[in-house]
């Protein structure tokens, strides 16, 4: 019954030609999955025939041939790349660090460490938090939504990001003793999962995008390993090779293009497909992978990228994921000599230049929509909000100054992607980037205002996955304010999808956000049932906006509470004044009747907000700012870090302040506490409500008003 009410929930999103065409993929995904639900799997005199092996002892010799175009994880570039590496500061240590933990079974999952016993096959099936262990049943028939657990942990344990850790340890590791323990590290981890996760049963099956990114890393590990004496041994190799034939036949029976509206998922799927056909492309059935993948690689790159580069998921974090699979994806068509066409390297270009627009000083993005730490590059482990390093790393794949900042180095993930040629071409490039003032993206309906000090990022437009919303949250006209590189007022994440609906849904809401709820009422409906479920409702959309030497401007609205028994329209307008060093939030209520109105802002963890009396220098130069009320309360809110104030808050004389507690989630899994400053009051529509926050050094004297 949930499946046939979000069925229907979602129809009203998708127009006749898009309805029409989602019952024509799932017919064919159901003949797919019955095809390969009755096929055998690949024998070892298959997999020898295919790949044009004498017999086993040449297995190796064949499957490693030397191509033309060398792949990045092609161990005959190990020992340039790691000549490379030596000239980033850190990065053969960082290498060797993750090997290390990979060869000590000691596993990094959602900012906890794990350490998996040898031999523990059950720890494929379990999730290690709650304990909870998935049955090995087909996948098709498991239970996945069980209170208390997520599956996502098995998950992440299964994609095998590890094994790549183990081939940077083997590439970088002088000591031949350690490099033997690598390889042998690599197997033994592969032997077992193989012998805990029989095809298509349990939980390491259910989800084809892990399914597909599990063999993405393994095809790619086996390069990294390839002169290793255990891996080129006839029975690893063929079980290994088996296990891709396996796992890309079950991907391509179990692509996730029946979903009302493909996402991140199917790129995934893509993007193992054609990875797995571009370094072994001799395996039965890898043609075909490599030319379904590249033509949807080149279909779903216009479908799910606005062409002003911003992800349609409605989610920066998710977006940081699309970039990663967008480019793999990319550099294995390079090695598979396909071509992806200009547009699409365009676009990718387009997307790393949206995330230079909203980085912050450190790398550091706001923190819009659904936030799962998801990537696709196991290479060097990052925070969930770290996304700068994919702009150095733009410049050295497209070989762009725009991108070239001065003072940012080379990610580590450019050396081994682009090997020393990147870093050449990054040296070779002339500081010229600038990041913009002024960024809007009425499609991705996120938009940057940027000052001397401080970035404000906004969020405006459509829900994302063309109006499903499954990474949205009710967030619109809710900002995030980034002072000096650090966050000041932020979104508080996600925390979890399914261990716990209660906080799903909890920091999905307006309530959970920077930004006004009306009479304790939602922007939009959220379904409790459906956590990647958030039909528009609210219609935000951008204004305008406005660029002066030292005042930049912006305007947008929601239609959320139209719905209200005494409707509302909300415009909010922003003033980010450089001189002043203020920024000013004022929401205009158009309507009529008495409402009751909360405008939150949620603390980054570690400042504290404290409510004390006003000065009239405060007042004084609130009102300077443009655009800001020119009438304020009796109190102030000053915001401190550590022993630093960093702002303080002033509000229009209708609203009581005070300060509560609230969570704050830096990335999947994670969750903290932190305090959020609280306006509210009874207003009578038509009004205007605000605040100021004045942040520069120069005047936060504290002196009580007299």
């Keep these: ?332 068509a390079r090695a598979a000599g396909r071509l992806l066409g200009l547009g699409y390297t365009l676009r990718l270009r387009r997307m790393v230049r949206a995330v230079q627009a909203w980085c912050g000083a450190g790398g550091r993005a706001p923190q819009l929509g659904d936030n799962d730490s998801g990537r696709a590059w196991p290479l060097q482990e990052r925070e969930s909000l770290d996304h700068g390093y994919l702009v150095p790393f733009g410049a050295a794949l497209f070989r762009s100054q725009r991108l070239r900042e001065a003072g940012v180095p ?75 590189g650090l966050p000041l007022l932020v979104d508080p994440g996600t925390g979890t999808y399914t261990r716990d609906l209660r906080l799903r849904h909890a920091l999905r809401s307006t309530a959970a956000h920077n930004t006004l709820e009306v009479d304790g009422q939602e922007q939009a409906p959220l379904n409790p049932e459906q956590p990647f479920l958030l039909p528009e409702g609210a219609h935000g959309r951008l204004l305008h906006v406005s660029e002066g030497d030292t005042v930049l401007r912006l305007a947008a609205s929601h239609e959320g509470y139209l719905r209200l028994q005494r409707p509302l329209q909300v415009e909010r307008h922003f003033t980010l004044d450089s001189l002043q060093g203020a920024l000013s939030v004022v929401d205009a209520l158009q309507g009529e009747g008495s409402h009751a109105v909360a405008s939150r802002f949620h603390l980054a963890p570690g400042l504290r907000a404290q409510v004390r009396q006003a000065t009239w220098a405060e007042y004084s130069r609130a009102c300077d700012v443009p655009g800001a009320p020119q009438g304020y309360g009796p109190d102030a809110v000053e915001l401190w870090r550590e022993r630093r104030l960093e702002a303080v808050m002033l509000f229009t004389p209708e609203l009581t302040v005070g300060v509560e507690a609230g969570l704050y989630s830096a990335g999947y899994g994670e969750l903290g506490n932190a305090q959020v400053v609280v306006a509210r009051g009874h207003l009578r529509a038509p009004v205007q409500l605000g605040a100021v926050l004045l942040f520069s050094a120069t005047s936060l004297a504290r002196r009580s008003m007299p």
């Design 410 to 484: 080379l990610p580590d993930e450019a050396v081994w992607l682009l090997g020393a040629g990147g870093l050449q071409d990054f040296s070779r490039l002339r500081q010229r980037a600038r990041r913009p003032r002024v960024f809007r993206s009425r499609a991705g309906g996120v938009h940057v205002l940027r000052g001397q000090e401080a970035l404000v990022c906004v969020s405006a437009g459509a829900v994302g996955q063309r109006g499903t919303g499954g990474h949205s949250h009710n967030d619109q006209l809710s900002f995030e304010l980034h002072l000096r």
């Design 1 to 332: 019954m949930g499946t046939l009410r979000r069925y229907f929930e979602v129809a009203g999103q998708l127009s006749p030609g898009e309805l029409a065409a989602l019952a024509a993929r799932r017919a064919y995904r159901s003949a797919r999955q019955s095809l390969h639900t009755n096929s055998a799997g690949v024998s070892p005199e298959r997999l020898l025939q295919a790949l044009g092996a004498a017999g086993p002892h040449a297995l190796a010799e064949v499957a490693f041939a030397r191509r033309s175009v060398l792949a990045w994880c092609d161990v005959a570039r190990r020992a340039d790349t790691v000549e490379a590496l030596a000239l980033l500061p850190g990065a053969c240590v960082r290498a060797l660090a993750r090997a290390d933990a990979a060869l000590a079974r000691r596993v990094r999952l959602f900012g906890r460490e794990y350490a998996i016993a040898v031999g523990d096959l059950d720890a494929w099936h379990r999730d290690p938090l709650s304990g909870h262990l998935y049955p090995r049943v087909p996948a098709r028939a498991l239970r996945l939504r069980v209170p208390g657990s997520d599956p996502k942990l098995p998950w992440a344990l299964g994609r095998l990001d590890f094994v790549v850790a183990l081939g940077q340890g083997y590439w970088v590791a002088r000591d031949e003793r350690l490099r033997e323990a690598y390889a042998e590290g690599f197997c033994a981890w592969v032997h077992e999962f193989l012998d805990a996760c029989p095809v298509g049963e349990g939980v390491q099956w259910a989800c084809p995008m892990d399914v597909a990114l599990r063999a993405a890393n393994l095809a790619q590990a086996l390069w990294m390993f390839s002169d290793a004496a255990c891996v080129r041994a006839p029975a690893f190799l063929t079980r290994a090779l088996q296990a891709l034939v396996h796992h890309c036949a079950y991907v391509e029976a179990h692509l996730e293009d029946a979903w009302s509206v493909p996402n991140n998922h199917l790129v995934s799927n893509y993007v193992g497909l054609l990875t797995v056909a571009a370094l072994f492309p001799r395996l039965p059935g890898a043609r075909g992978w490599g030319a379904l993948a590249a033509r949807g690689l080149r279909e779903q790159m216009q479908r799910q990228v606005h062409p002003d580069g911003v992800s349609f998921e409605g989610s920066l974090p998710y977006h940081r994921l699309s970039v990663e699979l967008f480019t793999l994806g990319l550099l294995a």
